[in-house]
């Protein structure tokens, strides 16, 4: 499930996709109808790759619930957002058994549920995490003690700095 690129503006219903940064803001197409629309740098925009949900443990990336849901749904259409507030914190819990109930409250399970039905609908989500995210997370991880080792290193030879030359004074005229 790629969501680089899918973002939620604040006020405006839905997702979209980034389609070309400009110097004053952006373009973004809906998933729902595909309108293009601009917005300025002055919106709230978010990307779902930075969002996450409070849990027991501490947070975890949108990404990942909606890999669960995808997971306990076979791929399929997620309940619907109108659901009563019973249902959709049942259905939750399921899918996520240690999200934290005090801080997550029934109006985020129903916007997770509607942007997962809209990625459904566009094919957009799987319930297998990809390759190349776990090749990269593993090498990520490897390079941080690698990249602190030649830091280091380099701090150690790194060069005292140069006196400044004093100015040499002027010869006076006689």
Known sequence: ??????????????LYELKLQ???GFVAESLIDGKKITVGLRSNVSLL??????????EKPLVE???AIAVKENEGVAPSSK????TLLAYFGAVVPDYDQDRVYVSDIKKVLNWYNILQAKGMVSKEEPKAEKAVAEEAAAEKPAK???AE???ATEEKPKAAKKPKAKKSEE
């Open 1 to 14: 499930m790629n969501v680089d690129k899918i973002l939620a503006i604040s006020g405006k219903p839905g």
């Open 49 to 58: 790759s930075e969002i996450s949900m409070y849990t027991e443990s501490g």
């Open 22 to 24: 400009t110097r004053t």
């Open 65 to 67: 619930v909606m890999r």
């Open 148 to 150: 602190k080792a030649k």
């Open 83 to 86: 659901e009563d507030n019973a």
């Open 153 to 155: 290193k380099a701090e």
